[in-house]
């Protein structure tokens, strides 16, 4: 089995972008970069020219995390990969990794209708919590993050890629939504763990109730906002839209009571649900 990684890039810090890399290459066929139009950009080319497996494609402005999973895509293609793996910039894999997610969904499971296996998340900036165990079939979409996902690279194409026009925020969840509905499964290997950020995520507690509070900055407000009223709309009609709109306001209560910047947040909320009803896709604008 033929298994690439793609690892998308925006501003790095280069030291752990040098862990990732010593951690990622042993463990598949070759690495490709994608540069949304880095500022250190000569640092990062400092760091991976002398790898031999390894590319860099550079765009020269941020097009999203969409576009650039797509030339991932792209390049898994060009590869004859079965698989691709899907990378944070500061996501650094443990020791046999890859190997540890293919071997136990291979025996559990027909690999030619898994289109995802992913790993059990854990939010570094959140106290531990007891890890689950074995494999599981996961069927909420919103529960798999990008990062550290080997993605069936025949699925991948059979479902047209990644909607560029979610630019960023919910652009995993649509694209597991449609791997599902297409009738493939989504494998979550219990027995790897990848340590992610989501935000700078916290506990807060108000009249005994433990609160989580993200704390996302207020250009993640905005697409979170819009993307993910988009997405209930288009796959759950007028009764998921309003789910999400009530856990829109639930957000702006937390951003009053716990977070900063709150005026400049609640703006974007309010500019987000604005644009989704205008029908505004694609990157942010002022």
Known sequence: MKIVAGVVLYNPEVERLSKNLKACMPQVDSVVFIDNGSKNILEIQEILK?????????NKSNQGIAYAL????????EQDADFFLTLDQDSVMERGYVSKMIDEVSANQQLNRVGIVCPQTVDVNLPKSELKHGIELIQNPKVVVTSGCLTNTKAATEIGGYDNNLFVDYVDVDFNERLLLAGYQIVRNNETILHHELGRSEYRRILGLKILVDNHNVIRRYYIT??????????????????????????????LLFEDDKSNKIQAIHKGINDFKNGVTGQYED
């Open 50 to 58: 002398s790898e031999a497996k390894v590319a860099l494609l550079k």
């Open 70 to 77: 797509n030339q991932v895509l792209d390049y898994a293609k």
């Open 226 to 255: 819009r993307n993910r009223l988009w997405f209930s709309k288009r796959y759950f009609g007028t009764k998921g839209y309003f789910k999400e709109r009530v856990k829109v306001l639930m957000t702006i209560v937390k951003i």
